[in-house]
Every structure is written in structure tokens, then in C-alpha cells.
């Protein structure tokens, strides 16, 4: 631990200057290649990588033996990735094909070290489903029947996953370095400063004096933090360390408490401009502009929250939700003065992509430099150059972390892209789910919702949805579904694992919390978060919903009408009414977002 932290002249604990250091460099490195000019991939992804590895194997180390090898490893993997860098020209010209066994031993070495990245920094599941795709494309020959594929040269095979721009350095690599490490630096900036507390106090103000307050104002608060976080575990702990307490404080049941913070959170993922990173990946795999994307994702991301909403209202009925207390809601001064360090940055962010015209990423730094002047100021609007320092250093540890582990999950999902590519399995796969659909749309779309929940229950959401619409994507969109629409459904299913049992990360967080039985928290988050297993469904029958810059009443009608289905069916699950009134509700709510 002597490593990640040394005290004070105080006595306090703060970071030892060695991560300040390296998420300085981390920062400067990702902002640097948008100002000074085009890099090649075979040069800027390997830096991605070697920047990444000390915080996954080293930063994240638990024990004293994963400490040690990730060290060693940590080394190696900075020299196999310097090689990469260093020898890219030549190896843009071998076009793949590894022809020495020290590029053998190095392509080998970097898959090994993207699984183990991977593993250390967010478990199995996913480094097992990839150690399964690259089994398959190192002995799919051997297998009989469709599902066999001719084989490859393993010189062939390796050098493609790590010498040429895919597998490893693929597309998807090149959007965590370019675009997704950008918003991921410019949350880390917001958070260091005072634009959470600007959140909550924004929430508080708008929500706390009204029935069932204290959980509207967790609904608030988190939409608002989701949106420069993307992260369910993030939101559920910062925002939750304040919003749980307040609720049980005032006598909400303990199960409700965490199941409002844990659907109030996920809800970050979807909603723009970050979405957990999702957004700038349907950008590369869709060729969809990012404002379109946004503008396709906003509508029903409201519909989310909304409907959460109508669940805290509708559980008021079963219990009495009390407002919260005139006495602990923020003057309008407080609000004011909070509001300013997300407001600045945020409608910066707007302004430079919508009236600017810039690309999403320069207009991002833009707004990272603009947050980081704000950190000079504290909720006083006091200046303080030792608070400036101590926030940016904050920041600066907080990027390079959230950088190399969502660095880490999406270069172990490009080897699995990598093998989809190089054998077919996709297409094959896509032909499969065709044949058991029998050619029919819903139940293709039923057949991929349940691939996402399952794969999404042990992978990160960006990664499930990634894999899932690789293989599902082709199928839906043959049955006639619009590419963005296809995406937009996958990427919501694969978010289902955050709430559903028996594996659901921000439901664990959140009893954890509130101190109640995970069970419980995940029944009345299941409830509440009703619209995650409706909305992607709605959005089939009702296509119009994603086309608000092109057709913006259509647009909205389609969101008014699934707002009116939805409120039906939430009341229906969750109000203290009679059976058969409740019954009512949910069907005619289903039949007007369905049928009508």
C-alpha cells in the first residue's frame, strides 16, 4: 500500500505522486492526440495499452503476489507494446503475417496479457469468453458441420490479432483511445470539482419538497451524474452515499431505498451524451454521426427515468413516502452557485458539437479545460490554488483508473470481434438465430434479448453489447430493423443484467448499502425499472421515437404515447389497488404501446 499512499504533514493520505504522475501522463497523452495531429493506430493503441497496464496490474493489486507479477508484467507488457510502437511501419507492411519467433512470442505475449489485464480488472467472464473465441479460431477446423471453419496459419492467425490495425488494435480499441478516454477524463474532471454536489443540489431543489422526495431526488441526481459517469457501480456509490441515508433517515423501507438508487443508477448508461461508453462505439460500428446517435438515445433514455419516476409514486401508495425536509434542501443560492461547475462545462460541450460543429471528442476537451479551470473555486466560490492541485491531482488518478479499465475490457473484446472476423462465426451465428426465428422479427428479437441478459449478467454492459450485436446485429437488421434501431435494442438488453438476478452488479451494491437482503432490493428494482424490459420492445413498435432530429413530432407523439402505456403498467405492477383494476392497467397499457 506504501505505493498508492504516503501521509501528510497533516497526518492525512493522499496518493503518492508516482499515479498523479502517470494520470498526468494518461490525460496529456489522450488530449494530446486530438490537438497534435494524426497518429498511427499501430503507434496510439499500443500507448493506450501501455499507459493502462500499471493501474490494472499494479494500482489494482490486492495481493502482495499480484502486486509482484504486476510488476514483471507490467514491464514486459510496456516493452511488447514500445515494440509495436517503435517498429510500426514494418509491420503495417507485413500486412499481418508474423515471419520471426520473437513477433511470434510478442503476439502471443500481448493476447495472455489482454486476458490477464482483463481478468484483473473485472473478473472471468469475459477473458473466458474470449479465451473460448480464440480457441475456436485456433481449432474450429476440427469441428464437423456448419460450425467448423477451413483454418488459418497460426503466423497468420496471431499476427493479425497483434501486428495488423485489428484484433487488438482494431476499430474498437481506436475508439477507447480517441473518444471514450476523452469523456471518461472529463467526468473524472466534473467529479474532482463540485459538480456532484451541484447535482444533488439541482435534484433537491426540483424534487425534495414532493411526495416520495427523497427517491426522486436519488432519480435526478443520478440521471445527471450517469450522464458524465456511465457507470451503475459509480453512480450507485457516489450518489448513493447520499440519497440512501436521507431515505432511510425518513423511514422509507430499506429494500425500496436501495432498489431506487440501484435503477436510478443504471440508468447512466443510457443515458447521452457518455452512455458507459456505448454511444461512441455505435458510432464506429453503425457509421451513425454521434449527434444523430444522441438524439436517437435521448427520448427513450427520459421514457427510463420517467417510468422510475411513476414506480415512486405508485410505491407511495404502499407506504408514506415523505417529502424531504425544508430544512436539508439547498437555498437558491447554493443551487446556483453548484449548478455553475457542470452548467459551464456541459453547455460547452453542447455548444462546440451542435453549433460548433466540432467532433464530440475536441469538443469534450474544450469542456475538460474549462472544467479544470473551474477547480481553482470550491462551493464558495473561494479561489485556492492548493485545492486546485489537490482536485486536478484527484482527477488526474481517477482518469488514468476508469481510462485503463475500460481500456482493459474493450481491447479484450476486440480479440473477440478479431476471431468473429477472421472465421465466420458471425455469420454463421446470425444464420442460426435466422433459422430458429423462422425468418419472423419478434422472435428473432426475443431469441437476442435473452443472448444479451446472459451474456450481460457476467460481462460489462458495453462489452456484452458489443459481442451480442456482432453476432445478432446482421440477423435483425435482415429481418428489416434499421441498423441504429437494432443497436439501440441490443445495447438496452445487455443493460438488464445491472437490476435482474442472480446476477446484478448495482442491486449488490446497493443492499450492500442500505444493509438489506439483495433479494428484496432486487425485486423492487425489477418493479421500478419495469421501462428497461419494455422500452426496447416499444421502440420496435414505435420506430419513430429514435428520429428526433429528422421527425421530431413523430418523435415525440411515439414518446407521449409509450409515457401513457408505461404509466399504466407501472401502477399496475406496483399500487396498493384491487386486482383486477391492476390487471386492467397493465394490459391496457400494453395495448397502447403495441397496438395503437
Given at each position: 500500500?506504501?505505493?498508492?499512499?504516503?501521509?501528510?504533514?497533516?497526518?492525512?493520505?493522499?496518493?503518492?505522486?508516482?499515479?498523479v504522475?502517470?494520470?498526468?501522463?494518461?490525460?496529456?497523452?489522450?488530449?494530446?492526440?486530438?490537438?497534435?495531429?494524426?497518429?498511427?493506430?499501430?503507434?496510439?493503441?499500443?500507448?493506450?495499452?501501455?499507459l493502462?497496464?500499471?493501474?490494472?496490474?499494479?494500482?489494482?493489486?490486492?495481493?502482495?503476489?499480484?502486486?509482484?507479477?504486476?510488476?514483471?508484467?507490467?514491464?514486459?507488457?510496456?516493452?511488447?507494446?514500445?515494440?509495436?510502437?517503435?517498429?510500426?511501419?514494418?509491420?503495417?507492411?507485413?500486412?499481418?503475417?508474423?515471419?520471426?519467433?520473437?513477433q511470434?512470442?510478442?503476439?502471443?505475449?500481448?493476447?495472455?496479457?489482454?486476458?490477464?489485464?482483463?481478468?484483473?480488472?473485472?473478473?472471468?467472464?469475459?477473458?473466458?469468453?474470449?479465451?473460448?473465441?480464440?480457441?475456436?479460431?485456433?481449432?474450429?477446423q476440427y469441428?464437423?458441420?456448419?460450425?467448423?471453419?477451413p483454418?488459418?496459419?497460426?503466423?497468420s492467425?496471431?499476427?493479425?490479432?497483434?501486428?495488423?490495425?485489428?484484433?487488438?488494435?482494431?476499430?474498437?480499441?481506436?475508439?477507447?483511445?480517441?473518444?471514450?478516454?476523452?469523456?471518461?477524463?472529463?467526468?473524472?474532471?466534473?467529479?474532482?470539482?463540485?459538480?456532484?454536489?451541484?447535482?444533488?443540489?439541482l435534484?433537491?431543489?426540483?424534487?425534495?419538497r414532493?411526495?416520495?422526495?427523497?427517491?426522486?431526488?436519488?432519480?435526478?441526481?443520478?440521471?445527471?451524474?450517469?450522464?458524465?459517469?456511465?457507470?451503475?457501480?459509480?453512480?450507485?456509490?457516489?450518489?448513493?452515499?447520499?440519497?440512501?441515508?436521507s431515505?432511510?433517515?425518513?423511514?422509507?423501507?430499506?429494500?425500496?431505498?436501495?432498489?431506487?438508487?440501484?435503477?436510478a443508477?443504471?440508468?447512466?448508461?443510457?443515458?447521452?451524451?457518455?452512455?458507459?461508453?456505448?454511444a461512441?462505439?455505435?458510432?464506429?460500428?453503425?457509421?451513425?454521426?454521434?449527434?444523430?446517435?444522441?438524439?436517437?438515445?435521448?427520448?427513450?433514455?427520459?421514457?427510463?427515468?420517467?417510468?422510475?419516476?411513476?414506480?415512486?409514486?405508485?410505491?407511495?401508495t404502499?407506504?408514506?413516502?415523505?417529502?424531504?425536509?425544508?430544512?436539508?434542501?439547498?437555498?437558491?443560492?447554493?443551487?446556483?452557485?453548484?449548478?455553475?461547475?457542470?452548467?459551464?462545462p456541459?453547455?460547452?460541450?453542447?455548444?462546440?458539437?451542435?453549433?460548433?460543429?466540432?467532433?464530440?471528442?475536441?469538443?469534450a476537451?474544450?469542456?475538460?479545460?474549462?472544467?479544470?479551470?473551474?477547480?481553482?473555486?470550491?462551493?464558495?466560490?473561494s479561489?485556492?490554488?492548493r485545492?486546485?492541485?489537490?482536485?486536478?491531482?484527484?482527477?488526474?488518478?481517477?482518469?488514468?483508473?476508469?481510462?485503463?479499465?475500460?481500456?482493459?475490457?474493450?481491447?479484450?473484446?476486440?480479440?473477440?470481434?478479431?476471431?468473429?472476423?477472421?472465421?465466420?462465426?458471425?455469420?454463421?451465428?446470425?444464420?442460426?438465430?435466422?433459422?430458429?426465428s423462422?425468418?419472423?422479427?419478434?422472435?428473432a428479437?426475443?431469441?437476442?434479448?435473452?443472448?444479451c441478459?446472459?451474456?450481460?449478467?457476467?460481462v460489462?454492459?458495453?462489452?456484452?453489447?458489443?459481442?451480442?450485436?456482432?453476432?445478432?446485429?446482421?440477423?435483425?437488421?435482415?429481418?428489416?430493423?434499421?441498423?441504429?434501431?437494432?443497436?439501440?435494442?441490443v445495447?438496452w438488453?445487455?443493460?438488464?443484467?445491472?437490476?435482474?438476478?442472480?446476477v446484478?452488479?448495482g442491486?449488490?451494491?446497493?443492499?450492500?448499502?442500505?444493509?438489506?437482503?439483495?433479494?428484496?432490493?432486487?425485486?423492487?428494482?425489477?418493479?421500478?425499472?419495469?421501462?428497461?424490459?419494455?422500452?426496447?420492445?416499444?421502440?420496435?413498435?414505435?420506430?419513430?421515437?429514435?428520429?428526433?432530429?429528422?421527425?421530431?413530432?413523430?418523435?415525440?407523439?411515439?414518446?407521449?404515447?409509450?409515457?401513457?402505456g408505461?404509466?399504466?403498467?407501472?401502477?399496475?405492477?406496483?399500487?396498493?389497488?384491487?386486482?383486477?383494476?391492476r390487471?386492467?392497467?397493465?394490459v391496457?397499457?400494453a395495448v397502447?404501446?403495441?397496438a395503437i
Open positions: 500500500m506504501s505505493l498508492l499512499l504516503t501521509s501528510d504533514a497533516d497526518g492525512g493520505r493522499r496518493l503518492h505522486p508516482a499515479w504522475a502517470l494520470g498526468a501522463a494518461t490525460v496529456v497523452f489522450h488530449l494530446g492526440l486530438i490537438f497534435y495531429g494524426l497518429t498511427p493506430a499501430l503507434v496510439s493503441r499500443p500507448m493506450h495499452m501501455a493502462a497496464l500499471p493501474w490494472v496490474l499494479i494500482f489494482m493489486a490486492r495481493t502482495p503476489w499480484q502486486r509482484i507479477s504486476g510488476w514483471l508484467l507490467t514491464g514486459l507488457g510496456v516493452a511488447a507494446c514500445a515494440y509495436i510502437a517503435l517498429n510500426e511501419r514494418t509491420l503495417a507492411n507485413q500486412y499481418g503475417f508474423i515471419d520471426t519467433s520473437l511470434m512470442a510478442i503476439g502471443g505475449f500481448l493476447i495472455f496479457l489482454a486476458l490477464e489485464a482483463a481478468r484483473r480488472a473485472i473478473g472471468w467472464p469475459l477473458p473466458l469468453v474470449a479465451l473460448a473465441a480464440l480457441a475456436y479460431g485456433a481449432l474450429g469441428l464437423p458441420g456448419v460450425f467448423g471453419h483454418g488459418m496459419p497460426m503466423a492467425y496471431v499476427g493479425t490479432l497483434t501486428i495488423a490495425e485489428s484484433g487488438l488494435w482494431g476499430s474498437l480499441t481506436g475508439v477507447s483511445v480517441g473518444v471514450v478516454a476523452i469523456f471518461v477524463i472529463f467526468g473524472a474532471v466534473l467529479n474532482a470539482g463540485e459538480a456532484g454536489q451541484g447535482f444533488m443540489n435534484a433537491s431543489a426540483f424534487a425534495g414532493l411526495t416520495g422526495g427523497a427517491a426522486k431526488v436519488s432519480v435526478i441526481s443520478s440521471a445527471l451524474m450517469g450522464s458524465i459517469s456511465g457507470s451503475a457501480s459509480a453512480n450507485v456509490a457516489s450518489t448513493g452515499a447520499i440519497t440512501i441515508p431515505m432511510v433517515r425518513l423511514g422509507y423501507p430499506r429494500a425500496l431505498a436501495g432498489a431506487v438508487e440501484a435503477v443508477s443504471s440508468g447512466g448508461q443510457i443515458m447521452p451524451p457518455l452512455m458507459g461508453a456505448g461512441f462505439v455505435m458510432v464506429e460500428l453503425t457509421g451513425t454521426p454521434y449527434t444523430q446517435i444522441m438524439a436517437a438515445a435521448l427520448l427513450p433514455a427520459i421514457l427510463y427515468f420517467v417510468t422510475v419516476w411513476v414506480g415512486i409514486n405508485a410505491y407511495a404502499r407506504h408514506d413516502l415523505k417529502p424531504v425536509a425544508e430544512s436539508e434542501r439547498p437555498s437558491p443560492k447554493e443551487v446556483l452557485i453548484t449548478s455553475l461547475f457542470f452548467a459551464v456541459f453547455v460547452l460541450l453542447l455548444e462546440r458539437i451542435f453549433l460548433g460543429g466540432y467532433t464530440p471528442q475536441y469538443a476537451s474544450i469542456a475538460i479545460f474549462a472544467g479544470m479551470a473551474l477547480l481553482f473555486f470550491d462551493v464558495t466560490l479561489f485556492s490554488l485545492g486546485f492541485l489537490t482536485r486536478l491531482a484527484d482527477a488526474a488518478v481517477t482518469a488514468g483508473r476508469q481510462v485503463a479499465v475500460i481500456g482493459a475490457i474493450i481491447i479484450c473484446a476486440s480479440l473477440v470481434i478479431g476471431v468473429l472476423s477472421l472465421t465466420g462465426l458471425g455469420v454463421k451465428i446470425t444464420s442460426g438465430i435466422l433459422s430458429l423462422n425468418d419472423m422479427l419478434w422472435p428479437l426475443l431469441l437476442t434479448a435473452l443472448a441478459l446472459i451474456l450481460g449478467m457476467e460489462p454492459t458495453t462489452a456484452a453489447y458489443v459481442i451480442c450485436v456482432s453476432v445478432a446485429g446482421p440477423a435483425l437488421t435482415a429481418l428489416g430493423l434499421e441498423p441504429l434501431l437494432a443497436h439501440l435494442f445495447f438488453f445487455a443493460l438488464l443484467s445491472t437490476i435482474t438476478p442472480p446484478c452488479g442491486v449488490f451494491i446497493a443492499a450492500g448499502m442500505v444493509g438489506e437482503n439483495w433479494l428484496k432490493v432486487a425485486l423492487k428494482a425489477m418493479a421500478l425499472g419495469i421501462g428497461l424490459y419494455i422500452i426496447p420492445l416499444a421502440m420496435i413498435s414505435n420506430p419513430d421515437i429514435i428520429r428526433l432530429d429528422s421527425n421530431p413530432v413523430g418523435a415525440l407523439v411515439d414518446a407521449l404515447k409509450i409515457a401513457v408505461l404509466t399504466g403498467i407501472s401502477f399496475g405492477v406496483i399500487a396498493r389497488k384491487a386486482w383486477w383494476l390487471l386492467a392497467l397493465i391496457a397499457g397502447v404501446i403495441f
